[in-house]
């Protein structure tokens, strides 16, 4: 190899090495991981190879429960974040006093600690011994009866987890969009109006199609974040997920791995095998739905 | 002209509510946003038995205390949790960017074999999402007995393909001529780098070293499975531990002060750099 | 439809807060725009011409003054209920729709008994892009048109709802050379034809002078002349009329009146009476107002000779003009034995304007 090449491959020796070692090495590793039938941890030995792992998995009732949970937290989560994120950046842009106060308050859910916030959310919405909690006496206070947001009913918990994600994800759908907007050329708007264009055509006809390459762009991300859904979950409802029937599918991957019922890798993999697979499908989907709107 | 003056007044009187609207939709946002800042001030300058005491929590105190801000350094070892994360942010994001600017100038600037190939490889493995890898990383972290070692927390988490993309693109933007008055002055690759690209391209350096600091710090499942031994939790394992183990499960006054110490670092990095974190999550942020 | 504009004035806050005195963009812009007529709105970046038509279109309302369309007032009027049609500067063609839906745009936006049917909106359109000849290009999108058959497009749309009014927003700053003679043509065709009362903006003196019925030459939020174009360039009123105006510009020297002749150096050029008695003045010298003449009263150093067909421009220097070296047009058979060295000039008086050096405005002259 000649000169010039031997200091390219150099500089980029530092990247290929970690690149290599937790990245492809693992990748190729754990494909061969999930077909690896009763792999032992402890002895690091194996029975034979087959498609045993994954049929487990998708019997295993705790993973069914992951999925179920993980796909009602993407389908509300995603359209309604996207939705009010929309509606108040259209609101952001349509104001001046005030405006750079607002943007800024609504990022600061971005640069806290999820799993420290959490914690307040689970406050606000549990019910002891002492106190029903913030947000059961606002309920109480509209003539509603209080509910244990906390370790009661499955729809309650659904709620919580599903407020406490958007209000995650919130800040840089905000901060995305309303950079969107703003990037839409003034004329289009001013000769709308000259046209008498009413606000109502004007966002359907004009603004919505200008933005939407964002709104897609968001809407991936969006499901891709979603379905990768965990440390959220743990804020609210603590380490023990599957007790709590709030698991998620990363989850899922994570206490096979080394929860309390852990050790178990190969079932790890496969499902964590599985859940690439339903990403790399919607990925796709929305690709293709895109090219053929175009 | 009776009908001029009636659809202007109409046409402001519609502009006003709309107006209002807006403001009031906005207000509530931001509500719902500051809330929680504010309901965990507020707890954690509460005393324990005032805390307990309101079955109706009050919206303000009249005795603040900063009780709970001493037991969450004495009672539990926040402050090595603090430490621990502080270090661990520190190497981690120093590491990456000497990983980082080199690759990302290999690409950009130097010619060599297969560097297309490479460039394209490195490319797909951003499809690759980390939750498919850490079960072998964890295997190998074991495996080398690293598990419960900054080394261990650390090495999985140095290198991002996603920022040496970024930083690729920007390094090109640098005018070929600049490089070849370099050369012909007889400056080195590596000397040429530091002194000329990296202070030009300096706005997207700060970008991804603010990015790779926030990550960092609410850093979770990595450092979950790779430490069990608490001298070596990061914040969001500290929290967690707090939340199950500490003070005893009710004094959650404590726990608030312990979740303020823990917000407060990022959120004063952020009111001091806010235009500059937004401007860079726009370009490179993908939390959402 | 005539425009009427009296006592047009638009104030803004200043921009740094520190000052708290208006910028005024517009001041005091008094204009009766004929019925039918094409009209330049003309003057450097920032003179409030852009302001001026945006008060005419409705999309900014005027500090004081009023505005009227015939005889409606419609100051207070918002733009869409005024009947204008505007073209930006950047076009603002949508780009997601065809070029056929872009001039549909305006029309599907009727309410009540305006409403049109689906049938009558498209063949408006097609019509209205019959009147711009660009008939054939109706199913595209606007990202595959040049430059010009957007601005066609743009033109189309703003007149596919019979407007009282045609307002342009630099209409040609976005074109290549070329292409900006024949759109200029293009709008002054498409005027005539409609018959529609046209109000267009620009810096380019050239593009205004060309087509316009009317030129209004503004600075610094006034009006400085209102006319036909060559009455203005003729007989401007000040020296940044004078010097606006003209390619080659005006060349500028500075000048002395000492008993009825005009001096340029030590030289006297001139016998003129002057209107106002002041000795210090400044000489504009239109290029065309030069006549090479041996041992003529301006003797100046000649610099070089620029032969351009018909015409020759001979670049020459004095240490009076204000500029290092002024241009003199002539006609190519007197200059074709030119050598280096002096050369001498005879000036033509009525392509000679006098101005104040104080407010630099114009003192009138007669020869005789």
């Known amino acids: 190899m000649d000169k010039k090449s031997l200091k390219g491959w150099l500089y980029l020796l530092p990247a290929i090495v970690f690149l290599g070692l937790f990245m492809v090495y693992p990748l190729v590793d754990v494909v061969i991981y999930s077909v690896e039938e009763g792999y032992n941890f402890a002895s690091q030995s194996f029975f034979g190879y087959g498609r045993y792992n994954f049929s487990y998995v998708l019997r295993d009732p705790y993973f069914l429960q992951a999925v179920k949970n993980t796909l009602i937290l993407v389908v509300i989560t995603v359209p309604l974040s996207t939705g009010i994120a929309l509606l108040i950046s259209l609101g952001l842009n349509s104001i001046k006093p005030l405006k750079d106060l607002f943007q800024t308050i609504y990022f600061l859910p971005y640069v806290t600690n999820t799993l420290a916030v959490g914690l307040v959310f689970m406050i606000l919405f549990k019910k002891t011994n002492y106190t029903d909690g913030f947000v059961n006496l606002i309920i109480q206070w509209f003539g509603g009866s209080s509910i244990d947001f906390i370790e009661g009913p499955y729809a309650a918990k659904m709620f919580v987890m599903c407020f406490y994600t958007i209000w995650v994800v919130m800040p840089f759908k905000i901060l995305i969009l309303t950079s969107a907007l703003a990037s839409v050329n003034p004329d289009y708007y001013k000769a709308a109006r000259v046209d008498g264009t009413s606000r109502f055509r004007i966002f359907t006809r004009i603004t919505l199609p200008m933005i939407s390459p964002m709104i897609f762009y968001l809407v991936i991300t969006g499901f891709i974040g979603a379905f990768k859904a965990y440390s959220d979950e743990v804020a609210i409802f603590g380490t023990d997920l599957n007790s709590a029937g709030m698991n998620t599918i990363v989850g899922y991957v994570y206490d096979m791995l080394y929860g309390d019922s852990g050790g178990y890798p190969s079932y790890a993999s496969a499902a964590a095998l599985i859940l690439f697979v339903i990403i790399l499908t919607i990925t796709c989907i929305n690709l293709l739905v895109s090219k053929r709107k175009r | 002209m009776a009908s001029y003056e009636k659809i202007n007044r109409t046409a402001r009187r519609n502009e006003k509510t709309r107006l209002t609207i807006t403001y009031i939709l906005l207000v509530i946002w931001g509500l719902v946003v500051l809330f929680p800042f504010y309901w965990m001030l507020l707890t954690s300058v509460k005393t324990y038995s005032s805390y307990n005491s309101e079955y109706v929590p009050k919206l303000y105190t009249l005795s603040p205390t900063l009780q709970n801000y001493k037991d969450a350094f004495t009672a539990v070892s926040l402050g090595r949790y603090f430490l621990n994360t502080l270090i661990f942010t520190v190497v981690t994001t120093g590491l990456m960017l000497a990983v980082i600017v080199l690759a990302a100038y290999a690409f950009a600037r130097l010619n060599f074999r297969g560097k297309n190939l490479t460039f394209t490889l490195f490319l797909s493995l951003m499809m690759i999402p980390n939750e498919l890898v850490f079960i072998t990383n964890f295997v190998t972290i074991t495996n080398w007995g690293l598990r419960n070692t900054y080394l261990g927390l650390i090495l999985p988490s140095v290198t991002s393909v996603f920022y040496i993309y970024l930083l690729k693109e920007n390094f090109e933007q640098v005018p070929d001529e600049l490089y070849k008055a370099a050369k012909v002055d007889g400056t080195s690759d590596l000397k040429y780098l530091f002194r000329v690209m990296l202070p030009i391209c300096r706005p997207t350096v700060v970008t991804v070293t603010i990015l790779k600091v926030i990550e960092c710090w609410n850093s979770y499942v990595w450092p979950r499975l790779i430490t069990d031994d608490e001298k070596y939790f990061l914040v969001s394992n500290g929290i967690q531990e707090i939340r199950e183990n500490g003070f005893g499960r009710e004094n959650i006054p404590a726990m608030m002060a312990a979740v303020v110490v823990i917000s407060v670092p990022l959120m004063v990095l952020f009111l001091v750099f806010h235009k500059k974190i937004m401007e860079g999550v726009s370009r490179g942020g993908t939390k959402g | 439809m005539k425009i009427v504009l009296e006592n047009l004035t638009k104030r803004y806050p200043n921009r740094n807060k520190k000052i708290k005195e208006d910028v005024i963009a517009v001041n005091n812009f008094n204009f009766e725009i004929p019925d039918g007529k094409l009209i330049g709105l003309l003057g450097p970046s920032g003179c409030g011409k852009s302001t001026t038509l945006n008060m005419i279109c409705g999309l900014e309302k005027p500090t004081s003054g009023r505005i009227f369309f015939g005889e409606d007032d419609v100051t207070a009027l918002p733009p869409e209920n005024r009947g204008v049609g505007m073209v930006f500067q950047s076009y603002a063609l949508y780009p997601h729709l065809t070029v056929l839906e872009n001039i549909m745009f305006p029309l599907q936006n009727f309410k009540g008994k305006d409403k049109l049917s689906k049938t009558e909106m498209t063949e408006r359109s097609k019509k209205a892009a019959a009147l ?91 009006v400085q002349q209102i006319g036909k174009p060559q009455e203005v360039y003729d007989d401007p009123v000040n020296l940044f009329v004078a010097k606006f105006l003209g390619t080659p510009p005006i060349n500028i020297f500075d000048g002395t009146i000492r008993q009825n002749k005009l001096y340029i150096g030590e030289e006297a050029v001139l016998d003129v009476f002057p209107e106002k008695n002041e000795t210090e003045v400044c000489v504009g010298i239109r290029p065309e107002g030069f006549m090479i003449q041996e041992g003529g009263p301006l003797s100046c150093q000649l610099s070089s000779v620029e032969v351009m067909g018909r015409d020759t421009s001979v670049v020459a220097s004095h240490s009076a003009c204000t500029q290092p070296a002024f241009r003199a047009i002539v006609s190519s058979e007197g200059a074709a034995s030119l050598g280096t060295g002096k050369i001498g000039f005879a000036l033509k008086p009525a392509k000679v304007h006098l101005f104040s050096r104080q407010d630099g405005s114009r003192i009138r002259f007669t020869v005789k």
Request: aromatic share 2%.
């Open chain 3, 132 to 222: 711009v000849q660009i008939d054939m290009l109706l199913d595209r999108k606007p990202s595959e048109l040049s430059g010009g058959q957007q601005q066609r497009v743009a033109i189309a749309r703003a007149l596919v709802k019979m407007p009282r009014v045609l307002l342009l927003d630099e209409p040609l700053s976005n074109l290549d050379a070329r292409l900006r003679l024949q759109t200029r043509e293009e709008i002054r065709r498409i005027q005539r034809e409609t018959g529609i009362t046209t109000v267009f903006v620009t810096h380019d003196q050239e593009e205004a002078m060309s087509i316009s019925d009317m030129i209004v030459v503004m600075e610094a939020g006034v």
